[in-house]
Nanobody, 123 residues
């Protein structure tokens, strides 16, 4: 199992940006996925973005398209989520996940999860 540690959360005004980082204890160079999820109070955890660690291909949920960018730095075993044009609706705990168990890579079926980092967007 991979250990994951998120960082980069915080409070930001609406319209601002944050970059989240997810450092993995080891990295898969074969075709697999790492992803970012979020969970707002009273809501289910939802997939935001995923990346194929083999070739860097990104996948985005509709809520992230055009505003968020997922990327990776293999040398640092780290995946990033750049979030721009944030709104209060983006307020949630953001989780990093590794090892997709489903063909739908934004599904919550992942083998490893981080502890989460809080993102708060105020108007």
């Amino acid at each position: 199992q991979v250990r994951l540690m998120e960082s980069g959360g915080g409070s930001v005004q609406a319209g601002g940006s944050l970059r989240l980082s997810c450092a993995a204890s080891r990295y898969s160079y074969s075709s697999n996925f790492m992803a970012w999820f979020r969970q707002a109070p009273g809501k289910e955890r939802e997939g935001i973005a995923a990346i194929n660690t083999a070739d860097g291909s990104p996948f985005y949920a509709d809520a992230a398209k055009g505003r968020f960018t997922i990327s990776q730095d293999k040398a640092k075993n780290t995946v990033y989520l750049q979030m721009n044009s944030l709104t209060p609706e983006d307020t949630a705990v953001y989780y990093c996940a590794a090892g997709a168990l489903s063909d739908y890579v934004l599904d919550t079926s992942y083998s490893s999860w981080g502890q989460g980092t809080q993102v708060t967007v105020f108007s």
